[in-house]
């Protein structure tokens, strides 16, 4: 569906939130202590924490509260809360972005060319040639998202350039080029929208009444803001690209819900750390990686 008009990487990274929104609802009943592991690059460090004494655990969530805290009152509330899984986001972003940097510059030369990142992600030119339609279509998209971030135009992407490049959706002047991506995969009929039936795709031809009539319901209720039977402009946008904002605080939220023992809107240190494995198992704590590299955190202090 909308997978093509983003690079492999930012491909992996939006499933993997849309898979996280699945999977934290199930958190506070199964206390998953390996939740944490899924995210990109975090499963050595989710070993490592699983290892940890659990009051060696604690003692390091008590060090990220107090960094959450921004006001000082040792307590969180819904806001600092947000604010820091949000702060979790733009690390992780980071964090991928330098690993991608660092795989794609084959000469070390702290600059990535764009053979450089077709060979690393594609793979050489006789590999090249047995590419699918599919993967010709990414690395198209690619080469037009590598052009954008260039913005000196020297044929190179520094490790600044390089972030934008990597999450194109993070980035509002990369949004343009999302979209129009977006239309040549999905306008068939090239009228610059996007009706249900381009919508679904050939979805629609292998899935049940059920499956359509959940679909239609998203495509009218959450996507199509004035109902017009057809999505344009941020309406598609805000179909393939996902609102940090948006899961930042519905995370918040399952936090609060599964938390606040005493019902009063707020966290105290002691209820966060009593419900440790929840957050453990959050974006909050980046799945237990900020509890592994505290020494980040502690530096700040």
């Keep these: 569906w909308k997978s093509k008009q983003l690079s492999v990487t930012d491909l992996f990274k939006m499933l993997m939130v849309i898979f996280l929104l699945v999977l934290k609802y199930s958190i506070g009943l199964a206390k998953d202590q390996h939740t944490h592991s899924i995210l990109p690059g975090s499963v050595k460090d989710a070993e490592e924490y699983d290892h940890l004494p659990p009051e060696e655990a604690k003692r390091r969530l008590g060090i990220l509260l107090t960094k959450m805290d921004l006001n000082k009152d040792e307590q969180i509330d819904r806001k600092e809360l947000t604010a820091w899984i949000l702060r979790?986001?733009?690390?992780?972003?980071?964090?991928?972005s330098t690993?991608?940097?660092?795989?794609?510059?084959?000469?070390?030369?702290?600059?990535?060319?764009?053979?450089?990142?077709?060979?690393?992600?594609?793979?050489?030119?006789?590999?090249?040639?047995?590419?699918?339609?599919?993967?010709?279509?990414?690395?198209?998209?690619?080469?037009?998202?590598?052009?954008?971030?260039?913005?000196?135009?020297?044929?190179?992407?520094?490790?600044?350039?390089?972030?934008?490049?990597?999450?194109?959706?993070?980035?509002?002047?990369?949004?343009?080029?999302?979209?129009?991506?977006?239309?040549?995969?999905?306008?068939?009929?090239?009228?610059?929208?996007?009706?249900?039936?381009?919508?679904?795709?050939?979805?629609?031809?292998?899935?049940?009444?059920?499956?359509?009539?959940?679909?239609?319901?998203?495509?009218?209720e959450e996507y199509d803001k004035d109902h017009d039977g057809k999505l344009s402009g941020n309406e598609i946008l805000s179909w393939v690209v996902p609102s940090n904002a948006e899961i930042a605080a519905e995370e918040t939220d399952h936090l609060f819900a599964s938390a606040d023992d005493d019902h009063d809107d707020i966290l105290s240190f002691d209820e966060i750390i009593d419900n440790h494995e929840i957050f453990v198992g959050s974006e909050a704590t980046d799945y237990g990686t900020h509890l592994h590299n505290i020494h980040h955190f502690e530096d700040e202090l």
């Design 88 to 96: 979790s986001f733009k690390m992780l972003t980071a964090e991928e």
């Design 99 to 220: 690993e991608r940097f660092e795989d794609a510059d084959e000469n070390e030369d702290g600059k990535v060319s764009w053979e450089e990142y077709k060979n690393d992600a594609y793979g050489t030119e006789e590999e090249e040639e047995s590419l699918s339609l599919e993967e010709e279509s990414l690395l198209k998209n690619d080469k037009i998202m590598f052009n954008a971030a260039d913005k000196n135009q020297d044929g190179f992407l520094t490790r600044e350039e390089f972030v934008p490049f990597s999450h194109p959706e993070e980035h509002p002047d990369m949004l343009p080029l999302i979209l129009n991506n977006t239309l040549e995969e999905k306008d068939l009929n090239n009228d610059g929208e996007i009706d249900f039936q381009e919508f679904i795709g050939e979805n629609g031809q292998t899935h049940n009444k059920e499956w359509l009539l959940t679909e239609k319901e998203k495509f009218d």
